[in-house]
Protein backbone atom coordinates (compact mmCIF):
# COMPACT_ATOMS: atom_id res chain seq x y z
CA UNK A 1 0.00 0.00 0.00
CA UNK A 2 1.87 3.42 -1.48
CA UNK A 3 1.64 6.31 1.74
CA UNK A 4 -0.88 8.35 -0.23
CA UNK A 5 -3.42 5.29 0.42
CA UNK A 6 -2.71 4.78 3.81
CA UNK A 7 -3.26 8.57 4.41
CA UNK A 8 -6.37 8.26 2.94
CA UNK A 9 -7.30 5.02 4.51
CA UNK A 10 -6.69 6.94 7.91
CA UNK A 11 -8.47 10.21 7.01
CA UNK A 12 -11.64 7.57 6.55
CA UNK A 13 -11.38 5.71 9.43
CA UNK A 14 -10.85 8.80 11.49
CA UNK A 15 -13.96 10.84 9.73
CA UNK A 16 -16.02 7.84 11.14
CA UNK A 17 -15.08 7.61 14.04
CA UNK A 18 -15.38 11.77 14.69
CA UNK A 19 -18.89 10.55 12.55
CA UNK A 20 -19.97 8.28 15.52
CA UNK A 21 -19.09 10.29 18.51
CA UNK A 22 -20.41 13.27 16.99
CA UNK A 23 -23.54 11.73 16.47
CA UNK A 24 -23.51 9.92 19.88
CA UNK A 25 -22.95 13.86 21.39
CA UNK A 26 -26.05 14.99 19.28
CA UNK A 27 -28.57 12.78 20.53
CA UNK A 28 -27.84 13.09 23.94
CA UNK A 29 -28.03 16.93 24.29
CA UNK A 30 -30.68 16.73 21.86
CA UNK A 31 -32.34 14.18 24.18
CA UNK A 32 -33.37 12.44 21.57
CA UNK A 33 -33.10 8.98 23.21
CA UNK A 34 -33.21 8.33 26.91
CA UNK A 35 -30.09 8.76 29.23
CA UNK A 36 -30.68 4.97 30.76
CA UNK A 37 -30.66 3.74 26.65
CA UNK A 38 -27.46 6.05 25.89
CA UNK A 39 -25.67 7.93 28.41
CA UNK A 40 -23.94 11.10 27.06
CA UNK A 41 -20.21 10.87 26.60
CA UNK A 42 -18.94 12.49 29.63
CA UNK A 43 -21.21 10.75 31.98
CA UNK A 44 -19.51 7.51 29.96
CA UNK A 45 -15.74 9.12 30.23
CA UNK A 46 -16.23 9.45 34.49
CA UNK A 47 -17.71 5.98 34.82
CA UNK A 48 -14.16 5.00 32.85
CA UNK A 49 -11.91 7.07 34.67
CA UNK A 50 -13.14 5.74 38.04
CA UNK A 51 -13.66 1.90 36.01
CA UNK A 52 -9.79 1.73 35.31
CA UNK A 53 -8.44 2.02 38.70
CA UNK A 54 -10.29 -0.25 40.53
CA UNK A 55 -9.39 -3.88 41.11
CA UNK A 56 -12.61 -5.20 39.52
CA UNK A 57 -11.22 -3.75 35.93
CA UNK A 58 -7.88 -5.32 35.84
CA UNK A 59 -9.36 -9.07 37.52
CA UNK A 60 -11.86 -8.46 34.73
CA UNK A 61 -9.67 -8.05 32.10
CA UNK A 62 -6.94 -10.42 33.21
CA UNK A 63 -9.64 -13.03 33.18
CA UNK A 64 -10.99 -12.45 29.61
CA UNK A 65 -7.35 -12.01 28.32
CA UNK A 66 -6.44 -15.68 29.55
CA UNK A 67 -9.69 -17.47 28.35
CA UNK A 68 -9.12 -15.99 25.36
CA UNK A 69 -5.47 -16.49 24.90
CA UNK A 70 -5.61 -20.24 25.62
CA UNK A 71 -8.85 -20.66 23.74
CA UNK A 72 -7.12 -19.58 20.78
CA UNK A 73 -4.20 -21.27 21.16
CA UNK A 74 -6.13 -24.42 20.63
CA UNK A 75 -8.25 -23.40 18.00
CA UNK A 76 -4.92 -22.71 16.06
CA UNK A 77 -3.63 -26.22 16.83
CA UNK A 78 -6.24 -27.94 15.80
CA UNK A 79 -7.22 -25.94 13.23
CA UNK A 80 -4.58 -25.65 11.06
CA UNK A 81 -3.37 -29.34 11.97
CA UNK A 82 -6.93 -30.55 10.59
CA UNK A 83 -7.01 -28.18 7.45
CA UNK A 84 -2.77 -29.10 6.70
CA UNK A 85 -4.41 -32.79 6.72
CA UNK A 86 -7.46 -32.45 4.99
CA UNK A 87 -5.78 -29.60 2.75
CA UNK A 88 -2.96 -32.13 1.56
CA UNK A 89 -5.75 -34.68 0.55
CA UNK A 90 -8.25 -34.35 -2.53
CA UNK A 91 -10.21 -36.70 -1.34
CA UNK A 92 -10.39 -35.58 2.07
CA UNK A 93 -10.90 -32.16 1.04
CA UNK A 94 -13.36 -33.07 -1.19
CA UNK A 95 -15.22 -34.91 1.56
CA UNK A 96 -14.69 -32.93 4.72
CA UNK A 97 -14.33 -29.07 3.69
CA UNK A 98 -18.02 -28.82 2.58
CA UNK A 99 -19.18 -30.48 6.43
CA UNK A 100 -16.49 -27.85 8.00
CA UNK A 101 -17.96 -25.40 6.08
CA UNK A 102 -21.68 -26.18 6.89
CA UNK A 103 -21.12 -26.53 9.90
CA UNK A 104 -19.42 -23.05 10.46
CA UNK A 105 -22.49 -21.75 8.97
CA UNK A 106 -24.84 -22.68 11.98
CA UNK A 107 -25.09 -20.25 14.78
CA UNK A 108 -22.77 -21.91 17.27
CA UNK A 109 -24.37 -19.92 20.16
CA UNK A 110 -27.21 -22.10 19.84
CA UNK A 111 -24.77 -25.08 21.79
CA UNK A 112 -23.67 -22.64 24.35
CA UNK A 113 -25.79 -24.30 27.22
CA UNK A 114 -24.16 -27.38 26.24
CA UNK A 115 -20.39 -25.85 27.21
CA UNK A 116 -22.26 -24.57 30.24
CA UNK A 117 -22.87 -28.32 31.15
CA UNK A 118 -20.31 -29.80 30.11
CA UNK A 119 -17.43 -27.33 31.86
CA UNK A 120 -19.45 -25.16 34.16
CA UNK A 121 -19.84 -21.45 34.32
CA UNK A 122 -16.74 -20.80 34.53
CA UNK A 123 -13.89 -20.24 32.31
CA UNK A 124 -13.24 -23.64 31.10
CA UNK A 125 -16.64 -23.03 28.87
CA UNK A 126 -15.62 -20.02 27.68
CA UNK A 127 -12.52 -22.07 26.30
CA UNK A 128 -14.18 -24.45 25.11
CA UNK A 129 -16.74 -22.53 23.49
CA UNK A 130 -13.85 -20.10 21.90
CA UNK A 131 -11.28 -22.68 20.40
CA UNK A 132 -14.92 -24.60 18.81
CA UNK A 133 -15.62 -21.20 17.24
CA UNK A 134 -12.28 -20.44 16.54
CA UNK A 135 -11.33 -23.06 15.14
CA UNK A 136 -13.64 -23.16 11.63
CA UNK A 137 -12.31 -20.34 9.99
CA UNK A 138 -8.54 -21.63 10.52
CA UNK A 139 -9.11 -24.81 9.33
CA UNK A 140 -11.12 -23.22 6.13
CA UNK A 141 -8.41 -21.28 5.84
CA UNK A 142 -5.74 -23.62 6.17
CA UNK A 143 -7.53 -26.28 3.88
CA UNK A 144 -8.03 -23.48 1.26
CA UNK A 145 -4.09 -22.76 1.11
CA UNK A 146 -2.33 -25.53 0.53
CA UNK A 147 -4.89 -26.61 -2.23
CA UNK A 148 -4.02 -23.57 -3.80
CA UNK A 149 -0.43 -24.26 -3.96
CA UNK A 150 0.55 -24.18 -7.47
CA UNK A 151 0.94 -28.37 -8.65
CA UNK A 152 4.03 -27.22 -10.88
CA UNK A 153 6.08 -26.00 -8.07
CA UNK A 154 5.22 -29.55 -6.16
CA UNK A 155 6.40 -30.97 -9.62
CA UNK A 156 9.58 -28.88 -9.77
CA UNK A 157 10.83 -29.62 -6.44
CA UNK A 158 10.42 -33.12 -7.01
CA UNK A 159 12.05 -33.64 -9.98
CA UNK A 160 14.94 -31.53 -8.23
CA UNK A 161 15.05 -34.45 -5.98
CA UNK A 162 13.22 -32.29 -2.89
CA UNK A 163 12.61 -34.53 0.34
CA UNK A 164 9.19 -34.03 2.01
CA UNK A 165 10.36 -31.98 4.41
CA UNK A 166 12.09 -29.59 1.62
CA UNK A 167 9.10 -29.29 0.02
CA UNK A 168 6.96 -28.63 2.73
CA UNK A 169 9.62 -25.47 3.75
CA UNK A 170 10.39 -24.36 0.49
CA UNK A 171 7.23 -24.94 -1.40
CA UNK A 172 4.21 -25.62 0.80
CA UNK A 173 4.89 -23.13 3.74
CA UNK A 174 5.48 -20.43 1.40
CA UNK A 175 2.80 -20.45 -0.82
CA UNK A 176 0.16 -20.95 1.72
CA UNK A 177 1.30 -18.47 4.43
CA UNK A 178 -0.53 -15.70 2.99
CA UNK A 179 -3.91 -17.64 3.47
CA UNK A 180 -3.03 -18.97 6.34
CA UNK A 181 -2.32 -15.67 8.24
CA UNK A 182 -5.63 -14.35 6.50
CA UNK A 183 -7.35 -16.92 8.69
CA UNK A 184 -5.40 -16.63 11.66
CA UNK A 185 -6.42 -13.11 12.38
CA UNK A 186 -9.98 -13.96 11.83
CA UNK A 187 -10.13 -16.97 13.96
CA UNK A 188 -8.39 -14.61 16.38
CA UNK A 189 -11.21 -12.05 16.40
CA UNK A 190 -14.27 -14.77 16.31
CA UNK A 191 -12.49 -16.74 19.73
CA UNK A 192 -12.38 -12.91 21.66
CA UNK A 193 -16.09 -12.62 20.13
CA UNK A 194 -17.07 -16.03 21.34
CA UNK A 195 -15.61 -15.64 24.73
CA UNK A 196 -16.74 -12.16 25.17
CA UNK A 197 -19.90 -13.09 24.43
CA UNK A 198 -19.92 -16.96 26.95
CA UNK A 199 -18.98 -14.30 29.58
CA UNK A 200 -21.90 -12.12 28.75
CA UNK A 201 -24.52 -15.41 28.56
CA UNK A 202 -23.22 -16.97 31.80
CA UNK A 203 -19.92 -16.71 33.72
CA UNK A 204 -19.40 -15.09 36.99
CA UNK A 205 -16.05 -13.30 35.80
CA UNK A 206 -14.82 -11.48 32.72
CA UNK A 207 -15.54 -8.32 31.11
CA UNK A 208 -18.60 -10.15 29.08
CA UNK A 209 -20.03 -10.45 32.90
CA UNK A 210 -19.28 -6.98 33.87
CA UNK A 211 -21.34 -6.03 30.63
CA UNK A 212 -24.01 -8.16 31.52
CA UNK A 213 -24.33 -7.00 34.90
CA UNK A 214 -24.00 -3.69 34.79
CA UNK A 215 -27.01 -3.88 32.39
CA UNK A 216 -28.86 -5.63 34.40
CA UNK A 217 -28.37 -3.10 37.82
CA UNK A 218 -29.33 -0.66 34.78
CA UNK A 219 -26.06 1.26 35.54
CA UNK A 220 -26.11 2.77 31.73
CA UNK A 221 -22.48 4.73 32.32
CA UNK A 222 -20.41 1.93 33.84
CA UNK A 223 -22.00 -0.54 31.04
CA UNK A 224 -20.88 1.76 28.17
CA UNK A 225 -17.67 2.43 29.62
CA UNK A 226 -17.40 -1.04 30.05
CA UNK A 227 -18.12 -1.27 25.96
CA UNK A 228 -15.74 1.33 25.04
CA UNK A 229 -12.98 -0.73 26.58
CA UNK A 230 -14.01 -3.45 24.72
CA UNK A 231 -13.86 -1.37 21.15
CA UNK A 232 -11.03 0.18 22.21
CA UNK A 233 -8.96 -3.41 22.68
CA UNK A 234 -10.51 -4.88 19.52
CA UNK A 235 -9.71 -1.62 17.18
CA UNK A 236 -5.80 -1.99 18.69
CA UNK A 237 -5.67 -5.32 18.35
CA UNK A 238 -7.11 -5.52 15.01
CA UNK A 239 -4.28 -2.43 13.83
CA UNK A 240 -1.37 -4.69 15.28
CA UNK A 241 -2.43 -7.55 13.95
CA UNK A 242 -3.11 -6.10 10.26
CA UNK A 243 0.66 -4.68 10.79
CA UNK A 244 2.41 -7.63 11.41
CA UNK A 245 0.55 -9.98 9.13
CA UNK A 246 0.63 -7.83 6.47
CA UNK A 247 5.06 -7.44 6.86
CA UNK A 248 4.35 -11.40 7.10
CA UNK A 249 2.90 -11.67 3.68
CA UNK A 250 5.55 -9.24 2.50
CA UNK A 251 8.39 -11.33 4.19
Known amino acids: MTTQARIAAGTIQLAIVTAFFGLWTLLTQMHAINP ?24 AVAVTAATTAVAYVLAVVFGIGAGFVIGRS ?52 TIAAFTMVDPLFLRAARSLGASRAQIFRHVYFPGALPVIVTGLRIGFFICFASVLGGETLSSASGVGHQIARQGELLNSGPMYAWIVIVLVATIAMNLALTGSMSRVRQD
Request: charged share 5%; aromatic share 16%; glycine share 8%.
Open 90 to 141: PVLTRALEPVISGVFAIPIALFFPMFVIMFGIGPPSKIAFGAVYGFFPIALN
Open 36 to 59: LFLPALPTVGVALARLVVTPVFWS
